[in-house]
């Protein structure tokens, strides 16, 4: 699974809608979830997605800004960012788990496959 997403710079308060697209294999099959990794800290866990949408999960951080949606037809998720902060800058990574939604969602290590990382610049 080949994973792609692309960040951006918004100011503080702003809103910024993050993309990853997959192609390989059956795209439908895994769950997908959102991680970052600041500058100086360990990556986090943000938000994660089951395999048809019905159920999300997200990191106390982000609850009521962030959004996540997914289109398995296109085989893309959406991270919809809402009143961005100077401190959710960092690179993000989408991240696909070839496995049921299960209570392990929130850890990176459940993950089988990793984009490249894209960053998010929020200025104050």
């Known amino acids: 699974v080949q994973l792609q997403a692309l960040g951006g710079l918004v100011q503080a308060g702003g809103s910024l809608r993050l993309f990853c697209a997959a192609s390989?294999?059956?795209?439908?099959?895994?769950?997908m979830g959102w991680f970052r990794q600041a500058p100086g800290k360990e990556r986090e866990f943000v938000a994660a997605?089951?395999?048809?949408?019905?159920?999300?999960s997200y990191a106390d951080s982000v609850k009521d800004r962030f959004t996540f949606s997914r289109d398995n037809a296109k085989n893309t998720v959406y991270l919809q960012m809402n009143s961005l902060k100077p401190e959710d800058t960092a690179v993000y990574y989408c991240?696909?788990?070839?496995?049921?939604?299960?209570?392990?969602?929130?850890?990176?290590?459940?993950?089988?496959?990793w984009g490249q990382g894209t960053q998010v610049t929020v200025s104050s």
């Open positions: 997605i089951s395999r048809s949408g019905g159920w999300t």
């Open positions: 991240a696909a788990d070839d496995s049921q939604w299960n209570a392990w969602v929130s850890v990176g290590a459940a993950y089988d496959y």
């Open positions: 390989g294999r059956t795209f439908s099959r895994f769950v």
